[in-house]
């Protein structure tokens, strides 16, 4: 039997990348795989977090962020 261990590492509620993972998930395990997903959002790890945490947060200098900056 073949195993599959699927990573979901966005942090988003609704993330798209999650869903199809759960898509994928549920058709390889029709055709015979064991499937298990690690969803990372269920881990207490150091992530950054895009939709709570400012950019300025980040430490990451502001004219690194800006278009054409050297």
């Known amino acids: 039997m073949v195993k ?4 979901g590492g966005s ?3 609704s993330s798209y990348s999650q869903q199809a993972l759960e898509i994928v998930a549920e ?3 029709a055709i015979g795989a064991e499937v ?3 969803d990372l959002r269920t881990l207490k790890l150091p992530f950054c977090n ?3 945490e400012p950019v300025a ?3 990451i200098p502001g ?3 800006q278009k054409g900056s050297n």
Request: proline residues 0%; charged residues 25%; neutral net charge.
């Open 57 to 59: 947060s980040l430490g």
């Open 50 to 52: 895009g939709e709570k």
């Open 27 to 29: 058709r390889v395990e």
């Open 4 to 7: 599959i261990v699927g990573i």
């Open 63 to 65: 004219n690194f962020l």
């Open 36 to 38: 298990e997903i690690l």
């Open 11 to 13: 942090l988003r509620s």
